[in-house]
């Protein structure tokens, strides 16, 4: 079902968990809430399946309001983050007992009934084990479990409340592309709330992006990984070196680093860029005219097939992450302790008004491998000279 | 024997099997050894006297009738109190563990003012022909005081601890409030609400001091258990109050049983192997 939501807005003693957000939502749609603890995105999730409701806006379901319906008529699977299976019933039970509260008319049979637990119970995974009660399963199993008995309602909408989040790394992992299959079987609009970035990135088909009870970035994964719309989501999503960058005679520069002309007015005197790991090209070779910053290698740390590089910027007073692929270490000879020369390749940059930056103009910077990109709404894509 | 993590279990089990050996088992075996002088013969005969069947079924009926009052009461009130707020609502808590403070003599002669024919509740009950005081109502009013917070101080942690989230799961499925109640709160409240049953039984079984005050007494009619064995005793009828006390005993002994076995029912579900 589509859904469309509008103005969205929830107070709290003293505090806003939702300011005019605005979203909609296709059919079929994989979205992920994406945000800090405290962002708003579990307050959305609950008001979507009934169980809270808010101090302004609407939510339009097929075009029909949604706020007005109680959350026993809506149509909507939840899941919630731990579970909340009903431990005094066995697994069968427990997936039957949407079907089982039923009023007669629309009651289905016992022998139907039954036979649906037991397909549910195949699609999750679990044949077998609908006699056992919750106590004997484990959280994997509980999980699957939250998830048929949600399934079995038949709900227009599926909603997770951080799925994944009391399971081990393992299990995550094996879960959430399971879930993924899942989805594309089922075909089911499903949101699901998560604070972790990787589960986002990799299951969603958008990202809801939300900080303090605002919507930061709706967009596609990869849009927004690369192309980050605000501050929050640079630093949200993914780890970003901070670049404080300030105007001189010959326009903003951090140290030796001068991006080009800012898109920008007067009236703005500085700016931070936000540079990814991977974004930060190294010189080792020592001949003169390099360019960049120049950075000595305080720690390599070996994490599986990346490296981060631990660099010391004198010149920016900072410290800077650089990764690398672990294979192309010995090619570049990098060791613990040597001077090194190091520049941006990319840059993300925003005026900063006061000391936090501003969203207002974002500028995409593409280095000097000026690849052609589509400005969005009110940005301006610069291709600066070193 | 496998290794225990916890130290200390030889020596605190034996420590409580003699404390539990001269406080309650030899006191149940000096009352056994004394029934035994009756015989079984003395005990049937002691069953089949009227007075003695009277006094022992007013006992078990009365306080098995007080306890399900209890249970009813006590669960709306442990509800009330976790799950509204409002004020007064601490010393409404306060005052539900009064029954366990106050000397059972003071309730009974309590009880008796406020039910007696001339007393506040008794006069406008009298006047529409309902006699409270010095009859086996008045019996199972005292029974109801005295058991009052069993059912409360059992039921009132596990409601606290139930997950809201159970019953948000419940709506979101579909099911209205009385289904939520009794498919998914009940069920889980069931172990708690045994127990409270059991205790509050059978502190209402034993009860002597209140009841005596306002029960009147009247063999064959108002007289429980606990006061003719009393009687026996003042009459030197060792062995007959013993005997009584044994079936008083026996009986308690087997509904406590049962009582254990259905609540053990109640939660198979949380104790299973893994």
Redesign the interface.
């Known amino acids: 079902m589509t859904l469309e939501i509008r103005g969205l807005t929830r107070k709290f003693a003293g505090c806003n968990a939702l300011e005019e957000v605005d979203l909609s939502i296709a059919p079929g749609e994989f979205l992920a809430l994406l945000g800090p603890s405290g962002s708003g995105k579990t307050t959305l999730l609950r008001i979507l399946a009934g169980l809270d409701f808010p101090d302004g806006g609407e939510i339009k379901a097929n075009g029909r309001d949604l706020l007005s319906v109680s959350a026993r008529d809506r149509k909507v699977g939840l899941v919630f983050q731990h579970y909340a299976l009903f431990r005094h019933l066995t697994v069968a039970e427990n997936v039957a007992f949407g079907l089982r509260v039923r009023r007669w008319r629309t009651r289905p049979g016992r022998a139907e009934i039954s036979a649906r637990v037991e397909t549910l119970l195949e699609r999750v995974q679990l044949a077998g084990l609908g006699s056992r009660y919750p106590a004997q399963l484990s959280g994997g199993q509980r999980q699957r479990v939250a998830l048929a008995r949600a399934l079995a309602v038949e709900p227009d909408i599926l909603l997770l409340d951080e799925p994944f989040g009391a399971l081990d790394a393992k299990v995550r992992v094996s879960l959430r592309r399971w879930l993924r299959g899942l989805h594309e079987e089922l075909g089911l609009t499903t949101i699901f709330v998560t604070h972790d970035q990787e589960e986002a990135l990799e299951l969603s088909d958008r990202i809801a992006v939300m900080n303090r009870g605002r919507m930061e970035q709706v967009d596609t994964p990869e849009r927004v990984y690369h192309d980050a719309a605000s501050p929050f989501v640079c630093e949200f999503i993914g780890s970003a070196n901070r670049v404080n960058l300030s105007r001189g005679a010959r326009g903003f520069a951090a140290a030796e680093w001068m991006p080009g002309p800012a898109p920008w007015g007067d009236e703005v005197d500085r700016a931070i860029a936000y540079v990814r790991p991977q974004h930060l090209a190294l010189d080792v070779s020592s001949a003169a005219g390099q360019r960049g910053w120049l950075a000595q290698l305080r720690h390599i740390y070996l994490a599986g097939s990346v490296a981060h590089l631990e660099l010391d910027v004198p010149a920016l007073k900072q410290q800077l992450e650089a990764d690398v692929a672990s294979e192309d270490l010995p090619r570049l000879g990098l060791r613990a302790g040597m001077t090194l020369h190091v520049s941006p390749k990319r840059a993300i940059i925003f005026p900063a008004s006061g000391s936090e930056p501003g969203a207002e103009t974002r500028w995409v910077w593409n280095g000097e491998r000026a690849a052609a990109v589509v400005p969005a709404r009110g940005e301006r894509v610069v291709n600066g000279i070193f | 024997m496998r290794k225990r993590i916890l130290p200390g279990f030889g020596l605190s089990l034996g420590y409580t099997m003699i404390c539990l050996g001269f406080i309650v088992l030899l006191p149940l075996a000096a009352l056994a050894w004394k029934a035994s002088g009756v015989g079984i013969m003395g005990l049937l005969q002691l069953l089949d006297a009227p007075r003695a069947r009277a006094a022992l079924m007013l006992s078990f009926g009365g306080a098995f009738a007080a306890a399900l009052i209890n249970t009813v009461a006590g669960f709306l009130v442990a509800w009330v109190l976790v799950r509204y707020r409002f004020p007064g609502r601490r010393v409404l808590d306060a005052l539900v563990d009064l029954p366990f403070a106050l000397p059972t003599a003071v309730a009974g002669i309590a009880l008796t003012a406020l039910y007696a024919p001339n007393g506040w509740l008794g006069q406008p009950l009298f006047d529409h022909g309902i006699r409270v005081a010095y009859t086996r109502l008045g019996v199972g009013v005292a029974m109801v005081f005295v058991g009052f917070p069993f059912v409360v101080r059992t039921v009132q942690p596990v409601l606290a601890a139930l997950?809201r989230?159970?019953e948000?799961?419940?709506?979101?499925?579909?099911?209205?409030r009385w289904?939520s109640f009794l498919?998914?709160i009940l069920?889980?409240m069931l172990p708690a609400i045994l127990t409270g049953f059991a205790l509050a039984l059978a502190r209402a079984v034993g009860e002597y001091g209140s009841v005596i005050f306002i029960a009147g007494n009247l063999p064959m009619q108002s007289e429980i258990a606990p006061l003719l064995i009393v009687q026996k005793l003042e009459e030197f009828d060792y062995a007959g109050a013993s005997a009584l006390g044994a079936v008083m005993l026996v009986f308690a002994f087997a509904i406590l049983l049962v009582l254990a076995l259905l609540q053990r029912w109640s939660?198979r579900?949380?104790e299973?192997?893994?």
Request: charged share 30%.
């Open positions: 997950d989230e159970i948000e799961a419940a709506e979101s499925l579909g099911a209205r289904q498919r998914v069920p889980l939660r579900w949380a299973l192997p893994a």
